[in-house]
């Protein structure tokens, strides 16, 4: 029995026809003899973009789910399309025979499983998949940042340093020798030789004034920590669009990993994801990334302190000359470590109703079974709790700054980006980075790749002078 799909994707004026599956009845063997290869580029790199929405969901769909959706998105495509044209939506609509073998999975998923781009697992995007959508994700972000700003585009200032430019300039005597641009010090030698002579003479005589030399920027090695608020409010999608909070930040994020892997690769990019407690992420795991629910032992608060805490340690063991903190967040910190007795106790004097946190062993592994989150607890593991609408509570507030400013005497600077629709944040944050001499951005959702980008790019390197 042969299993044959009919697809035809949006701007496109072809149908695609593939006999995914041929069996011998001789053999009862199946051979695949379905590909990507009869798509375009880009209509895969459609499909493409469409798994990666789906994984960045926090209710992460199956495979079988998956192909529902994609098939659903691809008609749904060509409905407008079709409708649009002034035809009939029924002669382009997706049609599948029933598949022989119900354990497979459907066609669309097949052939992305077979090119390497998903995994049969519950986290079903492989590392070639990663890297295929993360580079989608990061040519529209590379599109949508404008002329002028910070980017790999030509720049008029020039320096010395480790990145070699095409450019050049007169060499100066005393510069680097390796950095003569041979053919072009030729090139001007000849030239003057011919101008000043009437006719060139071998051997050249070579002067200085001929040499040029390759200009140079000099590219500061990055080590960075993006702290990732997994609280409960970060669930919330934003008033227009359908990104939610938190998938907002893991497509920027996501992003962002793909740049400094195609253009900054001796940089250290971590991510820390944090409610009551911080974990350590996988980059691989960045589309997984799920807030905590609301009553979900009390996880779901915002610990800006256990985000430093841990970001500092893995960062001391970097020697980057730019060491950052990056917390991205939409509320204000609702929590902070009780280190002793005594500051509980002096907490429920003022505060008598107040709460605390402190996890045990079962808890613990249920966060890891549930979250794929293996939370740090060495940093503290008492948490006091104190969520004060569109307030900071005075303590929380306090030992938030103290630690922000341990990072800071350690070389460490903290810059804030915060996605709320809500400008309460902005009066604390800004306080916070005043002390560290950091810096607060105010962005949308729906910007926030951009303005990592941006940002990122923009504090990688340090221009110098001659």
């Known amino acids: 029995m042969s299993l044959a799909y009919n697809i035809k994707l949006k701007d496109s004026e072809q149908s695609y026809f593939y006999q995914l599956f041929h069996s011998d009845s001789d053999s009862g063997k199946s051979k695949s003899l379905a590909n990507l290869e009869g798509l375009p580029k880009k209509e895969i790199d459609l499909l493409l973009s469409i798994v990666g929405r789906e994984a960045l969901r926090e209710k992460r769909p199956n495979l079988q789910e998956l192909d529902q959706i994609i098939r659903s998105l691809l008609e749904q495509l060509n409905a407008e399309k079709a409708s649009a044209n002034g035809q009939d939506p029924n002669d382009n609509k997706l049609e599948e025979e029933d ?69 050049t300039r007169k060499f100066e005597a005393g510069n680097d020798i390796r950095l003569v641009n041979i053919p ?198 008492l948490v006091y709790l104190c969520y004060r609408y569109r307030q900071v509570d005075g303590y929380i507030g306090e030992q938030t700054i103290i630690e922000a400013e341990k990072c800071h005497r350690k070389g460490i600077y903290i810059d804030t980006l915060m996605i709320s629709e809500e400008d309460s944040l902005l009066g604390f944050v800004n306080d916070m980075e005043r002390r560290v001499k950091g810096r607060s951005y105010y962005v949308s959702p729906e910007s926030l790749e951009t303005a990592l980008l941006s940002d990122f790019i923009r504090n990688k390197r340090t221009i110098l002078r001659t």
């Open 99 to 167: 598949s022989p073998d119900r354990r497979m999975p459907f066609p669309i998923i097949r052939m992305l499983l077979q090119e390497g781009y998903l995994r049969d697992d519950e986290k079903w995007l492989s590392s070639r998949g990663f890297s295929k959508i993360g580079n989608l994700i990061l040519d529209d972000v590379m599109k949508a940042l404008k002329v002028g700003e910070a980017g790999t585009h030509s720049t008029k200032n020039i320096g010395e340093g480790s990145v070699v430019l095409d450019t």
């Open 184 to 381: 072009l010090s030729l090139l001007n030698c000849v030239l003057r030789t011919q101008k000043e002579f009437g006719r060139i003479d071998i051997p050249l005589q070579l002067k200085t004034d001929d040499m040029e030399e390759h200009e140079t920027l000099y590219d500061v090695r990055a080590s960075v920590v993006y702290c990732i608020d997994l609280s409960s409010t970060m669930k919330y999608s934003r008033m227009f669009g359908d990104l939610s909070r938190i998938e907002a930040a893991k497509k920027a994020l996501w992003s962002l990993v793909m740049l400094n892997q195609k253009y900054f690769p001796n940089d250290s990019i971590y991510v820390v994801g944090f409610g009551s407690l911080a974990s350590h992420v996988k980059i691989s795991d960045i589309p997984y990334l799920k807030t905590f629910d609301a009553g979900s032992d009390f996880l779901h608060y915002t610990n800006y302190q256990a985000a430093f805490r841990l970001a500092k340690r893995i960062l001391l063991k970097e020697d980057s000359a730019n060491r950052r903190i990056i917390l991205v967040t939409d509320g204000h910190p609702s929590a902070c470590f009780i280190d002793d007795a005594k500051q509980r106790e002096e907490i429920l004097k003022s505060r008598p109703y107040s709460q605390f946190y402190q996890p045990d062993a079962s808890s613990l592994d249920s966060v890891q079974a549930d979250y794929d989150l293996r939370l740090d607890v060495s940093a503290g593991n």
